[in-house]
């Protein structure tokens, strides 16, 4: 790797920076090629393992798990990615499939006695429903002879439709009319069990839709990118994503420009595998018990880069108003959906003459999960094997300069009966640089986070029923030089960190 000396008060050593910044943003790029680890994806253990040491590297943690893609006994996933340029002796973590793992669901409840529940097979009896005032209208006799006693009051289950209670009744000839109020599911189930484990699958026949409010909806095809690009302030954004089966691809790219000159390029661009969701909720004596929320096989690889010159001062929390994916499924009469959004979070103080680019290869295979037992939430979770891959971190300013970019994502979403329990589970990455002169130190970090966010009322609990909470960090120090303090980190990294975990301005 090369070593730069930093002399930021020489226009001399400012132009190599600024050319090969200039290059980046026109779409070139200055950074020689390396060694880079083997593809062992598809091999056996032990071919795997016989390509790596023959490569000059070395054979890291090795694990099992479920891939739906990958026959069992084959390496399905490796840290750092095939192509990663990296030192030799480097450790190279493999996971080896166990093949495909069928989905499995749990609805297994005892009701409230004043329960009333429309099943599937009498959802032919609903004559009519307005889902945005939650009013359903059914066939009177129909009702009747079904022993359907709609009464106020009572806590009314309609299989993928609701969950309500029943405020209003009323008859009009051979129908009758049911509005309905909020209420919790402990009111309608005493006892029991509601789970799943799913795994995703990146299909058209899984993704209901990609949409983005203003900009269009759209029905994925398979390998087939889906494409948008649209304004938001001062920002440009242009999301691109392709589905194939278990894995999807996605490129995401942030620019800020004047007059046609770009000041700021953000991407991400990679790749993510499929994963299970494993969530489950118990009631006892009309109660919940605990409630656990589980991500699992979150693997990928991905670059995030920051390049950015005179582009003045930036702070921006954006989670897109986009799903990028929305995923449907049942468990008993329960509509489940689990919507994958993005978050963009940039900050960055950069000020005429100054310029900075740094960019890190994220390869991580991690778990992400929680439970809540009504007393407050523990994470269950592990940043299994990630890796800091191919780095760059060039910073030049005349005065103090600090350029951080952070992006959530996948940042999962669990909805059942409309209504959000999880309103973000995610993986986060972010990079930045920083340069000040009291004390001189230039610094570059990388850091991969795992965090969520849970909103637990719908079960019945009232006191701690929402919150957040981090699950892991781990950061990488991709530069020191000068008189850094033990650890540097600037006022707008924190507020980058602090927004991916949850807790910056929504």
């Not at 309500?164 to 919790?184: C, F, L, P």
């Not at 329990?421 to 920083?434: E, H, S």
Request: charged share 20%; hydrophobic share 40%; aromatic share 8%.
């Amino acid at each position: 790797m090369r070593v730069q000396t930093v002399r930021f008060s020489t226009v001399r050593w400012m132009m190599p920076v600024l050319l090969c910044l200039s290059l980046v943003l026109l779409g070139a790029g200055c950074k020689p090629k390396a060694q880079v680890v083997p593809d062992t994806k598809g091999k056996t253990l032990a071919e795997a393992k016989a390509a790596i040491t023959a490569a000059g590297y070395t054979v890291g943690e090795t694990k099992e798990d479920y891939d739906a893609a990958v026959p069992a006994g084959q390496v399905a996933f490796q840290t750092p990615a095939a192509g990663t340029a990296a030192e030799k002796g480097t450790p190279v973590n493999l996971t080896v499939s166990l093949g495909p793992k069928a989905d499995t669901v749990t609805y297994d409840v005892t009701y409230a006695p004043k329960t009333v529940v429309v099943d599937e097979a009498h959802l032919g009896l609903m004559t009519g429903s307005d889902p945005e005032n939650h009013v359903y209208t059914f066939d009177a006799g129909g009702a009747a002879a079904a022993g359907l006693p709609l009464e106020v009051g009572r806590p009314l289950i309609i299989h993928g439709v609701a969950a309500r209670r029943i405020s209003a009744v009323t008859a009009n000839g051979g129908s009758v009319t049911v509005e309905t109020e909020y209420m919790t599911l402990n009111e309608a189930i005493t006892d029991g069990t509601v789970a799943w484990d799913y795994g995703v699958e990146f299909t058209p026949e899984k993704i209901a839709a990609i949409e983005i409010p203003g900009q269009g909806r759209v029905v994925p095809k398979a390998a087939t990118p889906v494409e948008f690009s649209f304004d938001i302030g001062a920002y440009h954004y242009e999301i691109n994503c392709t589905l194939d089966n278990t894995v999807a691809t996605y490129d995401f790219v942030i620019t800020k420009g004047i007059v046609g000159t770009a000041q700021a390029k953000l991407e991400a661009t990679g790749k993510i595998d499929r994963f299970r969701s494993k969530d489950s909720i118990t009631f006892a004596g009309g109660e919940p018990q605990e409630f656990g929320h589980e991500l699992d096989a979150m693997r990928g690889d991905l670059t995030v880069s920051l390049t950015v010159a005179a582009s003045g001062n930036d702070a921006v929390n954006l989670e897109i108003p986009a799903t990028i994916m929305y995923i449907p499924f049942m468990v008993g009469p329960v509509p489940v959906e689990l919507k994958v959004k993005v978050q963009f979070v940039v900050n960055a103080t950069v000020p005429l003459g100054a310029s900075a680019r740094v960019s890190s290869k994220f390869s991580y295979d991690s778990t992400l999960g929680f439970t809540f037992d009504g007393a407050g939430a523990t994470a269950a979770a592990s940043v299994g094997t990630v890796n800091f891959g191919d780095s760059t971190h060039e910073t030049g300013a005349p005065s103090h300069i600090a350029a951080n970019f952070g992006l959530g994502f996948p940042r999962v979403e669990v909805d059942i009966f409309k209504e959000s329990i999880v309103p973000w589970a995610q993986t986060a990455f972010l990079v930045g640089g920083t340069y000040t002169f009291q004390p001189a130190c230039q610094t570059a970090d990388a850091m991969f986070i795992g965090a969520a966010g849970y909103e637990l009322g719908l079960f019945g609990w009232v006191q701690l029923a929402s919150g957040k909470i981090t699950l892991f960090q781990e950061k990488k120090p991709l530069l020191r030089s000068g008189d850094c303090p033990a650890d540097s980190k600037s006022e707008e990294a924190f507020q980058v960190e602090d927004a991916l975990m949850g807790f910056g301005t929504e």
